[in-house]
Each structure stands twice: as structure tokens, then as C-alpha cells.
């Protein structure tokens, strides 16, 4: 499904965000990313979908290259790559429906999705990608309206919309409480299970990876340091890892239920 | 026993003031008697007091006649004509704003030569009085409230694309990169993260204009341009003070209710 | 399936948008009528066009010469919007803590303050000169009243909004110790607000000096004058240079300004 093939990113100041990396990520897996802030988590997940360009090497999704792809080719690999944020990047004072319908855009001329024509079929994608996380009656409500879980929510609905392939997550409950943090994640987990969508999640908490993830990818200045099962990754892996002991913060200390 | 401010200064040091103080305040001194002494205070007209007080009374005992006349060239038709060209000059300037304001706005380009280049254009247009724009225009349409249109609709955009410039660099990039993410286009991207985040303060400073408009179209008659500044300027020649009171007051009363109403929309939309 | 047949069955009603229609309507309405109103149309602004041109073309090259006639008349601009200020921001003072409702004890004071600041600020400055020349006769002096009126309403606006978010506390314990109105505002108001009051004066002087270059239009003394003088007679390159030289002015002062007022807050 993705193949990353030894990619590095150097910074103009010379500084390398990531150096040598090689993953290969099939159908349906469902990866956590750990490793300490400035790891190059976030650049990582960022170059799949080529919001950064990497410096070296190459990703290919689906067996095409995105990294050699632009225009219309580069808009329609990054359709079937769906993301969510920390911080939900929801237009906050636009209604939900219309943020979530903003995920099928790739999908449509610009005249059409600027006059707002959204053909019926896709109202009712968006609909049902709102029913599936719960917050269909919040469809007419401005975003900024709504608590931070749900936004969150709508951030998840119009990936959904977007009916990709993929979904990368960049700490999508590092701004959450414990308690919606446990939703979203039930959400992301159960899409990755019930529609097969292949799942990539940074993450902060340890107990958070174990839990949901399938396979977890440890990151460490730029380079995986750990990469197999979460059976695996246990609390000696993750001291390596971080290069130090666990600390308290990397427990979200919320017991499973 | 008291101690000395003297003694005191041996346990704390006062702070030296700067030596170049004196200098300063020498040079405000110079520069204010230049500037003074150059105003010639002189040649009041002996008149004054009278024109003072028949202006007063124009302003408080109003000659209502001249509020509406059946045929024309009243009080009321000059004000609506002031109020429709600061109407019309504000929508043209936003919507030549709109582009300056992508095109300033330092978050929209990569390179800070373009952005820096159109702000450079913005303090230029700015700098460039309404009123000359007007004598120019005038040049070009022939006199009338036309070229008063244009003349505003051309120098509000100094100011109101410099605010929406504004506006666009304080937004939240977020929205901009999920919609890059779900592969949207630039123009998608533009009219589906950026133009719903800049739209209510665009509406707001919009308004903001219309207020500051609505005053420069009093004074667009007194050139030509048209507006409540052609009868103003044809009863100052005249003499006729009581007119001159009446359309005062239709201006100060105009200007008001404008600032009320759009005071009010404004606290509505942001 | 049964899961679409839910989510058509939940789907809420989307709200009524009568409201945007009607404003747009509304909007549309009033520009069209200005349009009418105005005399403005595409097709006169076209046809304008080539005049345009040709008044363009007779501006450049610009006349250096002209500056040696108009460099005195640029100086008097100068002097007018310095002594304008000046006394408007002196004016300004007391209308500003008149105004401001932490610091005028009862609203009886500064409601009515702020009403007659309100209907001094609709008269825009060049309106303000005129009437001025029509009482006190053309040259500086009527200019120099309006100035003084306009810089006044501006600073004094500009500084009883700030004055109303000052730090309450200085002004607590300055009462606790027992301290007088005078006292009260000299220890603990002015402090808190000169600099602001500084920079509000630099700009207003910026805004002035634009301003004082454009009142001559009226008779009320300054650089302005020669507009009319220069396009009476059809002479468009000397207007061009009284507009550059005007605006190489009028940016100098700005840069200079700018640099202060950051150097105060």
C-alpha cells in the first residue's frame, strides 16, 4: 500500500528532519508512530501525503510515485489519503455539513464545488460519514460551536467523505481529555477495521500505541529505531526508543475498557 | 537624625539622564518658535463674529424648506447622492482590494519580495489623496459624482487592502492544509479555507470604510465631484449662512446615523 | 442499507436561508441605486480611459523647476500641521479624561462628553477648513482652526479607548493613600498612558501633514493652493510635481514617525 524507499529530509540549515528511512505499510494495518517531540513524526506522516517534500528517495502509494507526481496527478494520490490534525483544522465558522463536504472536493471540478452544486450522492456520503461518528444532529451547527471531541469527530467524518484509502493521523487526541480521547480513537479503530482503511497515528502515550495499534514504528532523530508488533514493543523498547526511561507523561494512565 | 538626599545618592546611585536630553528639547523649542512664528495671526476678518453666529443659527433654527424642495437640488437629494457615491466608491475599492490583499499578505506567497512589493504598491495609493484622485478623475469623466465614485473606490484601497491583508495573515493556516491534504485545488482551497475565515472581517473593515467614506463624500462637491459639498460650497459663496447651518447639520446628522447602524452590523458580524 | 435509510431518515432540516437572500437582495438594491444615482457606468468610465491617458501623458516628465516656487508653500504645510497638532493635542487632554468613564466620576460628565466628541468627529477636516474660511477669510489661520478641531477629536478618541483599559490598581492605592482628584491623575493616571498619548500625537501629525497638503483646495493656506493654480492653467507637469514632492514628503515624515512611535510603545 505504501512503500517508503530511503527517504531524508534536510533542512536548508543543514539539519536532517529525516535520514535513511525504508518502510513498507500494507492493507489494513493499523501503525502507531512513537518516539519523543522533534523525532520527525509529524515530518514523517507529512511527506506520505507530500505536505513536505523530502529531499531523498521516494514514496509510492499504491504503486505510483507521489513523490515525482504534481498537478492534477499529485491532487488525486493526496484524495486517497485522508488526514486528520491536532489541532482538527476545521474552518470554525463554517457549518459542519460544509466542512465535511469540503473533503470531497478532490473529487469535482472547481466551478461545481465553488457554486456549492455537490451532487446528491455526496450529501449523502457526507450524511452517512457524519451518522457513522455520531453527530449527524450537529450536521447545520457552525464547527466552532462544538466541544473539542467533536470537532475532532467532524475532522474524522470528512476523511470519511473523502472515501480514502489511507488515513494519516497527526497526534489526533494530543488536544482531547481522556475521555473523548478514548472515542476518537474507538472511531479511528473501528473505521480501520469495519472499511480496511490503512491507518498511520502518531502518538504520544505508550498505553494509547499498545492498545490500538497493530504494528508500532518508533522513531528516534529521524531514523526507526523500532518497527514490529506491539507484543514486541515492550517498556525496555520504548526506554531505547526515547533514549531515556519512561516518563509519567507518556502514560495517558486511562485503564482499557 | 535625617539623612541627606545626598547621603542617600552615595547608598544608590540616581540614574544619569542622557546628556543629549537638553539637545532635544533645544530643537523642539527651535523647531515650535519656526513654526510658529511663520503663521501670520493677522488679518482676522473683522466679520467673523457675525458669520460665526448666523452659521449657529443655521444649525439651531433650521431652515426646514430647503430639507425637501419638489424640484430638486434639496438637502435630502444631496445627502442620498453623497451617501450612494460612498456606497459605491467602498464596493469598488473591496473589490479591488480583494487581490491586493492575497497578493500583500505574506502567508499567501512564498517569496517575501511579491508580498513586500504589494504593500509597497498599498502606501503608495494611500499616500495619494482622495481629493487629488478626484481633480484627476474629474479630468478623465468630466465633473459630477462619477468621478467621486471612482476616486474613493481607487483610494480606499490603500487602506482597506493593507487591513485585508491583515486579516488573511492572522487566520488559521490549519483549514489550508486539510484542504491541500484531501487534494483540493488552489482555487478549492482558497474558496473553501481561506475566503470563509477572512470573509466576516473583509464584511467588517468593509463597513469601517463605508463610516470613513461617507465622510470624505461630503467634501468631493468642493472640487466638482459631486455630493452635499456642492451646495455647501454654492451657499459659502453666496453668503447664505443659514444654509450653510441647515446642510452643516444634515451632514453631522447623516454621518451619525451611519456610524450608528454600521457601529452596530459590525458588532453583529465579528 | 439499513444504515443509509438511518441517516436519511436523521437527517436534520437545513435552516432557512430567506435572511442571507434578503440581504443580498437588499445590498444589490442599494449599489444599483447608487449606480443610477452617480451616473456611473462602465461605459463612461471606458470612454474616460483615453483622457485619462492623455492627462498622464502631459504629467511626466515632471517640472523640477516648479519646486523652487512651491518649497516655501510645502514648509507652511509643514508649520500648519505642527501647530495644528500641537494645540489639538493639548485641547485633548482634558475632552480625553472628560470622555472616559474609569476616570469622569459620573456618566452624567462623560456620557455628554463623549456625545459632542461623536458629532465634532463627523466633520471631516477639509469640510471643517472651509467653514473656517468662510468666517475668518483665506490663508493658514482657518486651516491651522481646523487642524486644531480635527487632531483634537482624533486624539482625544484614540486616547480615552486607552484610557479605559488602564490598570485599575495604581488608581486603588493612590486613593487609599488619600490622594486628591489632581493628584490621583498626575501620579497614577499619566503614567500609565503617555507614551500611548505620544504615539496617538506622532500619528495624528501624520495624518495631519496629508491633511495641511490639501487644504489650500479651500483657501485654507498650505501647499494645496497651487493644485489649482497648476490645473487652472492646464500646466499638469507642475501638478506632478507638487504631487511627488508632496508624497517624497509626506513618506519621509511617515518613515520618520513610524520609528519613534515604536521606539515609545
Known amino acids: 500500500m505504501i512503500q517508503i524507499r530511503n527517504i531524508t529530509k534536510t533542512y536548508p540549515n543543514g539539519t536532517k528532519g529525516l535520514n535513511g528511512i525504508t518502510l513498507s505499510i500494507a492493507r489494513g494495518e493499523f501503525i502507531a508512530v512513537v518516539g519523543l517531540s522533534g523525532a520527525g513524526k509529524s515530518t514523517l506522516l507529512r511527506s506520505i501525503n507530500r505536505l513536505h517534500d523530502i529531499t531523498e528517495g521516494e514514496i509510492l502509494i499504491d504503486g505510483s510515485s507521489i513523490t515525482r507526481a504534481s498537478g492534477r496527478e499529485l491532487r488525486s494520490i493526496r484524495r486517497d489519503i485522508g488526514m486528520i490534525f491536532q489541532s482538527f483544522n476545521l474552518v470554525k465558522r463554517a457549518t459542519v455539513l460544509r466542512n465535511v463536504l469540503a473533503g470531497r472536493v478532490g473529487y469535482h471540478s472547481t466551478l461545481r464545488t465553488i457554486l456549492g452544486r455537490f451532487p446528491e450522492r455526496d450529501l449523502d456520503i457526507a450524511f452517512r460519514a457524519l451518522d457513522r461518528v455520531n453527530i449527524v444532529e450537529k450536521a447545520y451547527a457552525r464547527a466552532d460551536e462544538l466541544s473539542g471531541g467533536q470537532q475532532q469527530r467532524v475532522a474524522i467524518a470528512r476523511v470519511l467523505a473523502q472515501e480514502a484509502k489511507i488515513i494519516l493521523a497527526d497526534e489526533p487526541v494530543a488536544s482531547l481529555d481522556p475521555l473523548t480521547t478514548k472515542q476518537v480513537m474507538d472511531d479511528l479503530k473501528g473505521i480501520n477495521q469495519e472499511l480496511g482503511i490503512t491507518t498511520i497515528v502518531n502518538l504520544h502515550f505508550i498505553d494509547l500505541a499498545r492498545q490500538y495499534a497493530t504494528r508500532i514504528i518508533g522513531l528516534r532523530a529521524g531514523e526507526v529505531v523500532f518497527d514490529g508488533p506491539v507484543s514486541e514493543a515492550t517498556d525496555e523498547r520504548f526506554a531505547e526508543i526515547y533514549g531515556r526511561p519512561i516518563s509519567q507523561d507518556e502514560w495517558l494512565g486511562v485503564p482499557a475498557i | 537624625m535625617m539623612t541627606t538626599k545626598k547621603q542617600w545618592h552615595t547608598i544608590v546611585q540616581k540614574p544619569r539622564k542622557s546628556r543629549y536630553r537638553w539637545l532635544i528639547y533645544a530643537a523642539l523649542a527651535a523647531l515650535y518658535v519656526w513654526a510658529f512664528a511663520g503663521i501670520p495671526f493677522t488679518g482676522l476678518k473683522e466679520t467673523a463674529g457675525q458669520v460665526t453666529q448666523a452659521i449657529f443659527a443655521g444649525i439651531f433654527s433650521p431652515d426646514w424648506g430647503y430639507v425637501y424642495l419638489p424640484e430638486g437640488e434639496d438637502l435630502l437629494r444631496g445627502l442620498l447622492d453623497t451617501l450612494a457615491i460612498a456606497a459605491l466608491g467602498t464596493f469598488i475599492s473591496t473589490l479591488v482590494s480583494i487581490p491586493f490583499a492575497f497578493w500583500s499578505a505574506a502567508n499567501m506567497s512564498r517569496a517575501r519580495t511579491v508580498s513586500a512589493s504589494g504593500r509597497m504598491v498599498l502606501s503608495f495609493i494611500r499616500s495619494f489623496p482622495e481629493i487629488v484622485m478626484a481633480i484627476l478623475f474629474i479630468k478623465a469623466v468630466g465633473p459630477g459624482s462619477f468621478a467621486g465614485v471612482l476616486a474613493l473606490g481607487l483610494h480606499s484601497v490603500g487602506m482597506l487592502g493593507k487591513l485585508f491583508a491583515e486579516e488573511v495573515e492572522s487566520m488559521d493556516r490549519g483549514p489550508q492544509e486539510a484542504l491541500v491534504a484531501s487534494g483540493a485545488n488552489y482555487w478549492q482551497m482558497l474558496w473553501f479555507a481561506v475566503i470563509p475565515q477572512v470573509l466576516p472581517g473583509f464584511l467588517s473593515y468593509t463597513l469601517y470604510r463605508f463610516e470613513i467614506n461617507v465622510r470624505s463624500a461630503t467634501i468631493l462637491g468642493i472640487i466638482g465631484a459631486g455630493g452635499i459639498g456642492t451646495p455647501l460650497i454654492f451657499a459659502q459663496s453666496s453668503r447664505d449662512w443659514d444654509r450653510v447651518g441647515i446642510i452643516l447639520l444634515g451632514i453631522i446628522v447623516m454621518v451619525t446615523l451611519i456610524d450608528l447602524i454600521s457601529g452596530a452590523i459590525r458588532r453583529k458580524i465579528t | ?265
Open chain 3, 1 to 265: 442499507m439499513s444504515k443509509t435509510a438511518i441517516a436519511q431518515l436523521k437527517r436534520p432540516k437545513p435552516p432557512s436561508k430567506l435572511k442571507h437572500y434578503l440581504t443580498a437582495g437588499f445590498i444589490v438594491l442599494i449599489l444599483w441605486g447608487s449606480a443610477v444615482n452617480t451616473d456611473s457606468t462602465l461605459g463612461e468610465l471606458i470612454d474616460g480611459l483615453p483622457n485619462m491617458m492623455d492627462l498622464l501623458r502631459d504629467m511626466f516628465p515632471p517640472k523640477w523647476s516648479y519646486l523652487d516656487n512651491i518649497a516655501g508653500a510645502m514648509l507652511e504645510t509643514i508649520r500648519m500641521a505642527l501647530v495644528g497638532t500641537t494645540i489639538g493635542a493639548l485641547l485633548a487632554v482634558p475632552v480625553a479624561l472628560l470622555c472616559a468613564g474609569n476616570i469622569a466620576a459620573s456618566r452624567w460628565l462623560y456620557h455628554p462628553a463623549r456625545l459632542l466628541l461623536n458629532l465634532i468627529r463627523t466633520l471631516p477636516d477639509l469640510l471643517l477648513a472651509a467653514i473656517f474660511v468662510s468666517i475668518f477669510g483665506l490663508g493658514p489661520l482657518p486651516g491651522i482652526f481646523a487642524l486644531v478641531i480635527f487632531s483634537m477629536g482624533l486624539i482625544a478618541k484614540l486616547t480615552y479607548e486607552s484610557l479605559e483599559t488602564i490598570d485599575p490598581g495604581p488608581l486603588e492605592a493612590l486613593t487609599s493613600v488619600g490622594a486628591n482628584r489632581a493628584q490621583w491623575i498626575v501620579y497614577g493616571v499619566i503614567p500609565q498612558i503617555q507614551a500611548h498619548f505620544m504615539s496617538y500625537v506622532l500619528y495624528t501629525f501624520e495624518i495631519n501633514v496629508r491633511a495641511a497638503a490639501i487644504l489650500g483646495l479651500v483657501g485654507a493656506g498650505g501647499i494645496g493652493h497651487y493644485y489649482e493654480v497648476t490645473l487652472g492653467f492646464l500646466e499638469y507637469d507642475k501638478t506632478c510635481t507638487i504631487i511627488i514632492f508632496t508624497l517624497a514628503i509626506v513618506l519621509m515624515i511617515d518613515y520618520a514617525s513610524t520609528k519613534l512611535r515604536e521606539k515609545l510603545l
